[in-house]
């Protein structure tokens, strides 16, 4: 398929790079950004709208709502360049309600729109191993299932336009409270005389054991906190799922506490770290490094 993707950040260029690796041929936009290397393996097409024009199928892997708003509708956007029987799949975090605003839009057109967040960090994009969780029409689904598979593992249509942005809001959710947990959890054995990485292997094999306890503790205790998934961008989806919570009338205490941590960190610079530096608000607070 001729495949137009915008976002070659550090989730989107290994995306698409698979997508590529299985045959597709693959257009972006121009960028000054663009490295040499994304120059050679894509594409490289004026604008967005161009983009659009050039594919039957285009991705998006921007940031934040904005982001997509801007490269949908506004100048040199996807809207553009679309004709009728496109389909757009935003695989952005972002906000459910925009999210459906911009599907009618899209429908309008003729076109197909899903929304397909995903989770699994830049390891799971390389791997082709993500999660993959899907708003949209059965049909836009199963046309669009086998590139789905060329980046995921665990695909699942979870509803209308804006059920994906939905469960990635509530994957968010329990990410950010997981991270919260075992920071605490090592901040405090730390404190009392236990060695961090003694007891996150002890902990491994109970029930306390998680992706988080696993990957994230180790970075925690090594203090590799390079950007798997970036601190500000975790707010930005707390922010989403708290403006979402105060729409439905919904109170979400413990999704506020972790968003506090995360901005205790992003307010000592830290908003570009991996999200697992949370901890360093926790040894802010006890007065004690756990390394």
């Known amino acids: 398929m001729k495949i137009g993707f915008i976002g070659l950040g550090i989730m989107g260029l290994p ?9 597709h041929e693959v257009a972006v936009p ?9 120059r050679a393996a894509f594409t490289v097409l004026a604008d ?9 199928v285009i991705i998006l892997m921007v940031p934040d709502t904005p982001d997509v708003e801007r ?17 757009v799949i935003d695989m952005s975090s972002i906000s459910p309600t925009a999210t459906k ?20 960090g830049e390891i799971g994009a ?34 209308e336009n804006g059920a994906g942005q939905v469960t990635k809001v509530a994957n968010q959710i329990i990410v950010a409270l997981n991270i919260e947990a075992v920071a605490e959890a090592l901040v405090f054995a730390s404190k009392a005389g236990a060695d961090p990485a ?24 090594n203090r590799t906190f390079a950007p798997g998934f970036r601190i500000a961008l975790h707010q930005k989806d707390l922010n989403l799922a708290l403006q979402s919570a105060k729409e439905l009338g919904v109170a979400l205490p413990n999704t506020a506490s972790a968003q506090q941590l995360f901005s205790a960190v992003a307010a000592m610079g830290g908003d570009q770290l991996d999200h697992s530096g949370m901890i360093q608000a926790l040894e802010t607070l006890a007065a004690h490094k756990i390394r």
């Open 48 to 56: 967005a709208t161009a983009v659009a024009a050039a594919s039957e």
């Open 101 to 120: 605003d911009f599907a009618l839009k899209v429908n309008a057109l003729g076109c197909d729109y899903l929304d397909a967040p995903v989770s699994g």
């Open 71 to 87: 490269v949908l509708f506004g100048a040199g956007g996807v809207a553009a360049g679309l004709s009728a029987g496109k389909m």
């Open 126 to 159: 390389k791997n082709a191993a993500l999660t993959i969780m899907i708003g949209g029409p059965q049909a836009a689904f199963d046309r669009a299932l086998p590139l789905f598979q060329l980046m995921g593992k665990n695909i699942t249509l979870v509803g």
């Open 30 to 38: 121009e960028r000054a950004s663009l490295k040499p290397e994304a």
């Open 198 to 221: 003694k007891v996150r292997a002890a902990l491994m094999g109970g029930f306390a054991n998680s992706r988080i306890l696993e990957v994230h503790a180790e970075r925690m205790i």
């Open 15 to 23: 995306m698409a790079e698979n997508l590529r690796k299985a045959g």
